[in-house]
Each structure stands twice: as structure tokens, then as C-alpha cells.
């Protein structure tokens, strides 16, 4: 399923979006003109992932709520209490500059 976020000129170097379908969230981040989209989950307590702090110069996200980091290009986990990875969602951006992501995911 695929699900408009924004246009590309509205989501800058060094900003975020997040964006639902349905019960489902989903987090794109710009980073240095990269974009990338992960689950607005964190796989250690199902908290609201996108809405911790993030640092572009390590491609990282952390948990607002137990302080886990994730990798905002793999998913993966990198520190506890987490250990699961959080699901990463290709990202693209349309002929008409809209930016999209695919919540059907890529692992």
C-alpha cells in the first residue's frame, strides 16, 4: 500500500514526517537529502518511535521511552532494551515531487 507523504520541498535536510495508514505509523527522515522510512513502533514496547530524538550524522533514531537507538536505514536495533529490528519501508518520490513510501515494507 502506498501512501503519499508530502512534497519533496517540504521535507528538507535534517526534518522528519510521520505519516499513518489506518492503525499503522510510518516515519520518513531526510537526511542529507537520503530519505528514509521506518515503523512508527519500537519493537522493545510498541512506544512511539518517531517520536524521539534523532541524529542525522549517525543515521540513527532513539526511543523516547526506554532510550533504544535504531538505524534508520536497516531497522536494526543497537542498543537495549531493544533487540528487534523496527520494519524500514522503501521510499521514493514521484515524477510530480510527491515523496511516497510502500507500507507493504522491506524487512
Not at 534508520?72 to 532494551?81: I, K, Q, V, Y
Amino acid at each position: 500500500m502506498e501512501v503519499d507523504v508530502c512534497p519533496l520541498d517540504e521535507l528538507p535536510p535534517g526534518s522528519s514526517k510521520t505519516v499513518f495508514a489506518g492503525y499503522q505509523g510510518a516515519c520518513v527522515f531526510n537526511i542529507g537529502g537520503e530519505l528514509h522510512a521506518i515503523e512508527d513502533r519500537c519493537s522493545h514496547d510498541d512506544g512511539p518511535l518517531c517520536e524521539g530524538e534523532w541524529d542525522c550524522a549517525a543515521c540513527e533514531v532513539v526511543c523516547p521511552r526506554h532510550g533504544s537507538r535504531f538505524d534508520l536505514r536497516t531497522g536494526n536495533a543497537l542498543s537495549l532494551p531493544a533487540y528487534m529490528p523496527v520494519e524500514t519501508y522503501p521510499v521514493r518520490v514521484r515524477e510530480d515531487g510527491m515523496i511516497v513510501i510502500d507500507l507493504q515494507g522491506e524487512g
